[in-house]
């Protein structure tokens, strides 16, 4: 496994290599591109400095509420959609309505209405994570083995019970799979709203760094914030292996 | 800004939550325009006065009108060209006070840089050419356009682009415009990098000396807060005469907030500071911004200033 991981990294690694070549004997003057070893030194200053960190708890505080006041609208409606064959088709149109609309086209409406800081942004990430939260968990419901729906009608359970013992539990590894992908986008949408209005956050800093024609500190935020989107999906992974098993990662490539 | 303006109503419902803050939050975008205000705040100019400020550093001009309306900010730095769409807008915003205003120095920094294998002999050599302005109806672009009319050329004629500062290196090098409309540091760099010339000095042939960024503020809240404005009017004008003078104090300032290198800040002189603005230097403005079909209603000047 790991030998097939360096194998993994040879491109990348090739790559930067090529890039600080590249740099060095091209003698680059550029406000948007720096060689690699500018870049790891701007990191490790930011790092020094601790602006980094900082700018990384304002996007993750934003993108984590974000994706839990999302998931857990997406989750119910979903749920009470899958359940409630009427009431999903009263929505339909109004679900169908909403889901298009790109939740930053909703940033200056939300500028005027929320002003800046964590309230926009969550709102924002919110928006953007219900929608695959709602569609995914509605057809897990929709998925489940229909007699299960029978036992727990045999079993004369409440409405709420047959959710939390039945519906809930056989639904899970889809969901959990749902609430991966709503991660990811959460992350984008948190760094989209601070690049184009929210001073905090990394994407924040990855504006002032350009604007200060700093393209080292720049480049630095954007392998931070692509470093934090691997370390989220990875650790996501192993939760969701550790969760289900192999089993709910079937049909997935690694 | 339309969309802006089209709920400007459900905002003004919104501000007053997000109003209560002791600190006064006074935003602008990363330039040397609000420098008075940078100055204050680090001179102690604004704690001297009794007003608590912090600065915040906004990425894009145009986002301050609704910042500001948010409560997000209770003042902010907007250019001329921005504060007057938003009016015309809807959007009930007053100017304050002033922040920074063309003069000789300022004019002389902004040009219009054209990549090599291009020569603009006269002002209408820009016809067909692409140009790339870092904002279109923004400062510069409004300012371009004025200068090619009063030289008697079309601006229809020329084809215009957005291209941000820090990226106008790059595009000039690669050939992806003909020219862009910049300022210093810009110049100096991209003409010691040999990738082009200056093609014209439209500001210096302007010779204007109207405003370019001034402070402003929700109606609403300036009039509830008159003692608030006297103060940062007083400080403001403490301020202005250390940026024009002291290129020591307001490099630091300015460096300091817009997160430049000191280096690079001491490059360029900053844009003339003048705390005092008068109604007949956004008459220009509007003069020239309505040429331009970029405003739809006839903004009224008694109402926007602030007495």
Redo the contacts between chains.
Sequence with gaps: MSGERWKAAALPVALLVALEIGARASGI?????APPSAVAVALAEAFADGSIIGATRDTLASAFAGLLLGGAVGLALGIALGIFQPFDRLMEVTIEALRPIPSIALL??A???????YRMEIVIVAFACVWPILILSRAAVRSIEPRLIEVSRALKLSPGDRVRKIIVPAALPRIFLAFRLAAGIALIVAVTVE???N?IGLG?SI?????????DLMLAYLVWIGLIGYALNAGLVVAQKHLFGPAALAGEAR | MKTLAGVALAATLFAGAAQAQNKLQVGCTATTDCASAMVAVDEGIFKKHGLDVEMTLIGINSNIPAAILSGSIQIGGPTSTVFLQAVDGGLDLVAVAGASVMNANSNANITAFVRNGITIKEPKDFVGKKVGAPGLGAFLHVLFVKWLVEKGVDPKGVNFVEVTFPTMADIIKSGGVDAVLTAEPFVTRMTNAGLGSIGARYAAELNRTEPIIFYAASRDWAEKNPDVIRKFRAAIAEAAPIVNDDREKSAASIAKFTKQSIELVKASAPNKSEPVLKAEQLAWWIDIMASQKMLQSKVDLNKVMLK
């Design positions: 003057q550029s406000d948007a591109l200056p409406i500028l005027i209405a929320l002003g800046f800081g690049i184009a209005i001073p924040a504006m002032t760094a350009q604007q200060a024609l700093r393209p």
